[in-house]
């Protein structure tokens, strides 16, 4: 049996049901990473500015790798409108802060000159700020700053609470409800795995990288072709951020994190996080006085692994995620292979954020077979072959050990996803979800209709390297929000919230702080733990 095909029993009891639409109204999140710019186009080298609020303690606007790289993240709604609506909103705030700087509109970064121009994230003198910090520099250690300087953005899905009892009682699951839900949640996590490739194809916009990418590692720039004098590409590829050059490294291939089962996971997870690897250890933790990363693990944390979907549950202060996913279950996934939708001044559209989420309910009501190895290094073959090679005429995917034609396996994903899509219009006349489908049915058949192939033409008509579309683009949206401007009360409650997050870090600050390292060994071993997460 094909995976993600019309034949799933999950699907077809709820269709059957009186109840189909208990599939709408699941909560979407979106977080934002976008790189801050000078006036010339280089990666800012000012702190994150104050008006914004203390990276640390802000809820809605924080830093990611780079004190540069800003993050924006919505509350979750059940209405993508609303969490778009509330995107724009903080992109509003932003741009009325930002001065001359701009919000860098792709996903690969320009502008760099170097590992060293990129500033690494500071949080503030407490414990838990200095742990972000650390983190971060051991990142550098271990795969280059350049890698983390990439943004992209992570698209948070929680299935509607209602659903579980519904299926559990349908399918006469002997679990209880939380085990059947992380059941549930895997399987949505394993098909994703199989067919996540289409987001990239779809979506990717990101065909080509500025050569200032490569300066601290000059010898990987030979696997490309040359655009221009600034500019390498790959004449097919769709998302160069999600291939090998983006953030992935030789000691996280070998891992073989389980997702058969939550217990699996946990396991797997947890034990990269607690063996040592030579090569990390040989950096040493604390030289010289400074700490160069948290340990010498194959994984500082659970947040190093990368993947392009992750199990969430909302943790608790100072709790690892990796207990909390053990002792309450799957909140939501975090599908974390979406470029920056350099044509949409917020970086991703509606009809995107509604094929998503009808694209993860047809993983949630597929049938989802265990994963074994041969298949992990499949999906990695297929996702890589998109990332590099995805608009290539006749190019030909794996799937359940047979060749297909991506079109063909592209309209097979389509086609299962109309019934879902079918349900979550519920009433609607405007049928918003088939519609952003259809839209998606037309890219599948037309590699020319995609971003990448989209934004190549650009560099190609215009005669102008990758950096200068970038920066092109980042202007557009700069003066999208320049003409607009947020109403008094929305724009207060941002200047308070930043006032807020400011007052709530100099509170963490001001509390007696344990020596350093015994505030780790308490974090990493979970004992008498109080304080605020370190992610």
Known sequence: MSHCNNSSQRLQRLLDSDQPTILCGGLKGIEKESLRIASNGKIAQTPHPAPLGAALTHPYITTDYS?????????PFADIKDTLAYLDTIHLFVHSQLGSELLLATSMPCGIDGDESIPI?????????????????????????????????????????????VLLKQESSPLDLNAFTAQAYFGLIRNFQRIGWIILYLFGASPAICKN???????????????????????????LRMSDIGYKSKNQASLKIDYNSIEGYVDTLTAAISTPYPEYEKLGVLVNGE?????????????????????KQIAES?????????????????????????????????????????????????????????????????????????????????????????????????????????????????????????????????????????????LGTEKIPFAAFGINQSRQHQAYFAGRQLDSAAHQKMLDMARQSHAKQQEIEAAPQLPFQEFLNRYFSQIGCKDHDPA
């Not at 949080?123 to 890698?147: A, D, E, F, I, P």
């Not at 221009?228 to 998302?239: I, M, N, R």
């Open 67 to 75: 004190e540069a790289l800003i993050e924006l993240i919505t509350p």
């Open 121 to 165: 994230a500071e949080y503030g003198s407490s414990n838990v700020g200095r742990m972000k910090h650390v983190y971060r520099q051991g990142l550098w250690h271990r795969y280059g700053r350049t890698m983390q300087a990439i943004a992209g953005i992570h698209f948070n899905y929680s299935v509607p609470e209602a659903l579980w009892a």
């Open 213 to 239: 990418f490569f300066k601290s590692r000059p010898s990987l720039m030979a696997q490309f072709e040359q655009f221009d004098q600034g500019t390498v590409y790959h004449p097919y590829a769709t998302s």
């Open 291 to 311: 700490y160069q990363q948290l340990n010498g693990n194959i994984l500082q944390i659970e947040n190093e692994f990368y993947s392009t979907i992750r199990p």
């Open 318 to 458: 100072c709790e690892k995620p990796t207990l909390a996913l053990k002792r309450r279950g799957v909140r939501y996934v975090e599908m974390r292979s979406l470029d920056l939708d350099v044509f949409n001044p917020i970086g991703i559209d509606e009809n995107t954020a509604r094929f998503i989420e009808a694209l993860l309910l047809t993983c949630l009501l597929t049938d989802s077979p265990a994963v074994q190895d041969t298949d992990r290094q499949t999906f990695n073959n297929n996702q890589l072959a998109v990332a590099n090679t995805g608009r290539k005429p006749g190019l030909m995917l794996e799937k359940n050990g047979q060749k297909i034609l991506l079109q063909d396996w592209a309209n097979d994903i389509i086609e299962s996803m109309q019934p879902v899509c079918a349900i979550l219009d519920h009433n609607n006349p405007d049928r918003p979800y088939s519609l952003a489908l259809q839209e998606q049915q037309a890219v599948a058949n037309n590699p020319e209709l995609t971003a990448s192939a989209q934004i190549l033409q650009i």
